[in-house]
């Protein structure tokens, strides 16, 4: 049973990048509108329940929770807005990959806060880093317009990691259900501010539009995440973080077979050395202290 859970959280976290690429390229559908409702209908979905059942979980929530929530929330929306966008720019399988090296910039932001890693930790980060740099260097050579989607989509797994570290800090105390539709129902307000803003509309689409992003929000948001929250009631996080990594060649794999998307062969030589990294990474920090910290087993973002 288990592991027909974590084949379809693989195969829903997996199909984010390729949906949204195919849904951007043919319908009109734009970049924060899908990351809008997304988080809108992911929001109130979670919210049923606890409404049903115990709606005064919302009135309890501290100023603590709350702060940390939004701050969550506002790394969230930014980290769709730049991700979405590097679909538009780069190839999927790139733009994924590179979103996908949270768990590295996570290990970074705890360097930087002066804590210690193990060494497989910094082995595992120079490995990713040289796939990056592969990764960058090949589209460099090929597109600025590439090369500045490969820099959204880093961008994008650094705000990934500061939403997971604040989301850690939220859910010390706050239940899952509560967490997440703060968490969300504030990140879809944000996303509406840019939309607004940015003169993106967030209505209006036709038949094919809608269904992207109804497919959108359910294989990867709802399908996804849950099972792999669900396998963290009786699977280590450790294999639920090594079986997420499996997003990176899962995502290239759908393109080239939907969006027929070739890439060059350095390209996929950094593909594996950025999955081997962030395994090395994960590794590392389980075994270290930092293992609460460094928890990347609920990952909200693609």
Same mark, same amino acid.
């Given at each position: 049973?288990?592991?027909?859970?974590? +084949?379809?959280?693989?195969?829903?976290?997996?199909?984010?990048?390729?949906?949204? &690429?195919?849904?951007?390229?043919?319908?009109?559908?734009?970049?924060? @509108?899908?990351?809008?409702?997304?988080?809108?209908?992911?929001?109130?979905?979670?919210?049923?329940?606890?409404?049903?059942?115990?709606?005064?979980?919302?009135? =309890?929530?501290?100023?603590?929770?709350?702060?940390?929530?939004?701050?969550?929330?506002?790394?969230?929306?930014?980290?769709?807005?730049?991700?979405?966008?590097?679909?538009? *720019?780069?190839?999927? @399988?790139?733009?994924?990959?590179?979103?996908?090296? !949270?768990?590295?910039?996570? &290990?970074?932001? !705890?360097?930087?806060?002066?804590? =210690?890693?193990?060494?497989?930790?910094?082995?595992?980060?120079?490995?990713?880093?040289?796939?990056? +740099?592969?990764?960058?260097?090949?589209?460099?050579?090929?597109?600025? =317009?590439?090369?500045?989607?490969?820099?959204?989509?880093?961008?994008?797994?650094?705000?990934?990691?500061?939403?997971?570290?604040?989301?850690?800090?939220? $859910?010390?105390?706050?239940?899952? $259900?509560?967490?997440?539709?703060?968490?969300?129902?504030?990140?879809?307000?944000?996303?509406?501010?840019?939309?607004?803003?940015?003169? !993106?509309? *967030?209505?209006?689409?036709? @038949?094919?539009?809608?269904?992207?992003?109804?497919?959108? #929000?359910?294989?990867?948001?709802?399908?996804?995440?849950?099972?792999?929250?669900? *396998?963290?009631?009786?699977?280590?996080?450790?294999?639920?973080?090594?079986?997420?990594?499996?997003?990176?060649?899962?995502? @290239?794999?759908?393109?080239?077979?939907?969006?027929?998307?070739?890439?060059?062969?350095? #390209?996929?030589?950094?593909?594996? *050395?950025?999955?081997?990294?962030?395994?090395?990474?994960? +590794?590392? !920090?389980?075994?270290?202290?930092?293992?609460?910290?460094?928890?990347?087993?609920?990952?909200?973002?693609?």
């Amino acid at each position: 049973m288990n592991f027909i859970v974590a +084949a379809l959280g693989v195969l829903g976290v997996a199909s984010s990048g390729p949906l949204i &690429a195919g849904t951007l390229g043919a319908t009109s559908v734009t970049a924060l @509108a899908i990351a809008f409702w997304r988080n809108a209908i992911a929001a109130v979905v979670m919210a049923s329940p606890v409404l049903i059942r115990e709606p005064r979980q919302f009135r =309890k929530i501290t100023r603590r929770e709350f702060t940390w929530s939004a701050v969550a929330a506002v790394a969230l929306a930014f980290h769709f807005a730049c991700f979405i966008t590097a679909l538009q *720019l780069t190839s999927v @399988a790139a733009a994924t990959a590179l979103v996908c090296l !949270q768990s590295a910039w996570i &290990a970074v932001f !705890q360097l930087l806060r002066g804590s =210690k890693h193990r060494w497989p930790v910094l082995v595992g980060l120079g490995i990713a880093l040289g796939g990056v +740099a592969a990764i960058t260097g090949f589209d460099m050579g090929t597109s600025p =317009k590439a090369l500045l989607g490969d820099i959204l989509a880093l961008a994008g797994g650094a705000l990934a990691g500061l939403y997971t570290l604040a989301g850690g800090k939220a $859910r010390q105390s706050m239940g899952t $259900r509560t967490y997440t539709t703060l968490c969300y129902g504030i990140c879809a307000a944000i996303v509406a501010v840019l939309a607004l803003t940015g003169g !993106q509309t *967030l209505v209006g689409f036709d @038949a094919g539009g809608w269904l992207g992003i109804v497919a959108i #929000t359910v294989c990867a948001q709802l399908v996804g995440h849950t099972a792999f929250n669900h *396998l963290l009631a009786t699977v280590s996080p450790l294999l639920v973080s090594m079986i997420i990594l499996l997003e990176i060649p899962g995502a @290239a794999l759908l393109a080239a077979v939907f969006l027929h998307e070739t890439l060059p062969a350095g #390209t996929y030589a950094g593909l594996a *050395l950025i999955l081997v990294g962030l395994a090395v990474v994960v +590794a590392g !920090q389980r075994r270290g202290k930092g293992d609460a910290e460094g928890k990347i087993a609920e990952l909200g973002a693609d």
